[in-house]
């Protein structure tokens, strides 16, 4: 498992794919957070907070994952290599772990350098480190948790089929439905008396939990039963196409 994990991760950062994906995401919340004015914007704003990073990241990861992911167990589907792969001495969950972990790494490669950001804001404050530490790392522990979630949807995603942009799309809309999807049908009138179970469902209710400092277990379990889901069912996707 380790050795395929390393291989993954080194696919990522011999290509221009991990570069693209960390300089992206750090162009498009940079450009937000510094340059362009207006309600996000961190000098503008006139408080010394990050909370304009942690609401532009989710839906930054939201195609930016999937764009990662997409080619996990797509490409080895197109290139016939899947066969070779799944007769390897290794169990086949180790095989969709070690891909999870791969993606995993790169998203969470992409967030360190956001330290920065923060590193700056704390400096910023008057006085000096007047910053809600609490809420920033929780909003930080969070990211990473829904992130990882976005990971474990976009390998599933891969799973069904060896087309990438049928996977890119797939990822996307899943994740879009576990981040904001349940949440919008708590608008609809026929479900209004379930709203707050649908809410549960979904990834922002749970990630706003987080990001006020608060870390329940409830939010954990959630996570970490939400990543085990798809895992197991990419798990069952390969077996049955096996």
């Known amino acids: ?8 991760i080194s696919s990522f950062f011999n290509s221009i794919t991990g570069y693209l994906v960390i300089s992206v995401f750090l162009t ?15 000098i503008f704003g006139g408080y010394s907070t990050l909370e304009s990073l942690f609401y532009m990241a989710p839906w930054v990861y939201l195609f930016l994952v999937p764009a990662i992911t997409m080619r996990l167990f797509s490409e080895e589907k197109k290139a016939g290599t899947i066969e070779l792969l799944l007769t390897r001495p290794i169990h086949l969950f180790e095989i969709v772990l070690a891909k999870y972990l791969a993606g995993l790494v790169l998203v969470t490669l992409s967030l360190l350098p956001t330290l920065v950001y923060f590193y700056t804001v704390y400096q910023m404050g008057n006085p000096i480190g007047n910053i809600d530490m609490g809420a920033t790392w929780g909003s930080y522990l969070g990211l990473v948790l829904l992130a990882a979630v976005y990971v474990a949807i976009g390998v599933f995603s891969s799973s069904l089929t060896s087309n990438q942009i049928v ?43 987080m990001s006020r400092g608060v870390i329940d277990s409830r939010d954990l379990v959630y996570f970490f039963s939400v990543i085990a889901l798809f895992l197991f ?5 390969i077996e049955i196409k096996r």
Do not use: Q, R
């Not at 069912?233 to 996707?237: A, D, F, Y």
């Open 1 to 8: 498992m380790k050795a395929l994990l390393i291989k993954e």
């Open 28 to 42: 498009i919340n940079g450009l937000f957070l510094w340059v362009i004015p207006g309600n996000m914007n961190v």
């Open 233 to 237: 069912s990419t798990k069952m996707v």
């Open 167 to 209: 996977a890119f799309i797939t990822g996307t809309l899943l994740c879009f439905l576990f981040y904001y999807g349940f949440e919008s049908l708590t608008l609809l009138p026929s479900i209004s008396e379930s709203s707050s179970f649908f809410t549960l469902l979904g990834i922002d209710a749970h990630y706003n939990s």
